[in-house]
């Protein structure tokens, strides 16, 4: 899944916001069980338009983003694009973009055997300690039961 491309790895020609950044991951993280669901889709824009990071940005805005990220996964794959993502998400919302990934990939039950790989991947790109990552699982597997 994740793992041909080394960290050190430039994601491509342009820089990623760190807007940009979590959209991509967040899609990502959404098809690391294959597809990306209505459910996850509707999931991604309702959690992105309550962030204080995308505070002030207008629908059309979030959907240019949404639509340029998915275009970006399909051009230059998702190990590329994630691994570029991860380096881009500033340290502070590193646990952040680790629970949002992991909250939606848990909105639809539980987690694949593919989706717990990708969630490991995900923990060490973005530098989030394991005691740290087992307690967001924790508490969304929890908050994602009923």
């Not at 949404?66 to 996964?73: D, K, L, P, S, V």
């Not at 570029?84 to 909250?103: C, N, R, S, Y």
């Not at 939606?104 to 990552?133: C, I, K, P, W, Y």
């Amino acid at each position: 899944m994740i793992g041909e491309f080394t960290p050190a790895e430039p994601a491509g020609p342009e820089a990623l916001s760190a807007s940009e950044a979590l959209v991509s991951l967040l899609i990502a993280s959404a098809r690391s069980d294959g597809s990306v669901s209505p459910h996850e889709a509707n999931q991604i824009e309702l959690v992105v338009s309550a962030m204080k990071l995308f505070r002030g940005s207008s629908i059309e805005t979030r959907l240019t983003m949404f639509t340029a990220a998915a275009e970006r996964i399909k051009e230059q794959g998702t190990d590329r694009v994630i691994r570029g993502a991860a380096a881009t998400i500033p340290k502070e919302l590193a646990a952040t973009a680790f629970a949002v990934a992991v909250d939606l990939m848990l909105s639809d039950g539980g987690l694949t055997a593919n989706e717990q790989h990708f969630a490991d991947e995900l923990r060490g790109m973005l530098n989030v300690d394991r005691e740290m990552a087992a307690k967001i699982v924790d508490v969304l597997t929890i908050k994602n039961a009923g």
